[in-house]
């Protein structure tokens, strides 16, 4: 008995060793656009100063961190804004706050929120499918795909 759950305790590590490798190489590669901007040889992706972050989401964070609310998301004063929810603004203000208002550091550090929350939601995932009795192996396979 202490054998077959040594031995499911040894495959729900490694899965979460491999969703975790799986994850920061997802994360690395969803970063390349910021950290090496024009060394890549390919036209996918736009120029640093294009890139979009959430656009209109990164645009009201930044009217809340410069203090005008919800009011002025395209830097034209339109009156409140009512078609983005405002938790992911709210956050992003606060990115932006703490990055000194600089917009490349804004979007690592919420890269690296982000990456950070899906790291706990796999952590979560796999002991919510041990809980009901499916394989962490399928799980994370799953997961990959």
């Not at 294009?50 to 009011?71: D, W």
């Not at 339109?78 to 550091?105: C, D, H, Q, R, Y």
Request: proline content about 10%; overall charge positive.
């Amino acid at each position: 008995m202490g054998s077959r759950m040594y031995r499911e305790k040894r495959i729900e590590c490694l899965c979460w060793l491999v969703g975790l490798i799986a994850i920061l190489g997802f994360s690395i590669v969803g970063a390349l656009p910021w950290l090496v901007p024009g060394h890549l040889p390919t036209d996918a992706f736009p120029p640093p100063s294009e890139l979009p972050l959430a656009a209109e989401y990164f645009q009201i964070a930044k009217s809340l961190a410069n203090g005008y609310g919800f009011t002025s998301p395209f830097r034209i004063p339109s009156g409140p804004t009512a078609w983005m929810p405002p938790a992911l603004p709210v956050i992003l203000s606060g990115l932006f706050l703490i990055s000194g208002k600089n917009e490349f550091t804004t979007a690592i550090l919420f890269h690296l929120f982000s990456t950070g929350c899906v790291i706990v939601s796999w952590r979560w995932i796999l002991g919510f499918a041990n809980r009901v009795g499916l394989s962490p192996i399928a799980a994370t396979i799953g997961m990959i795909i």
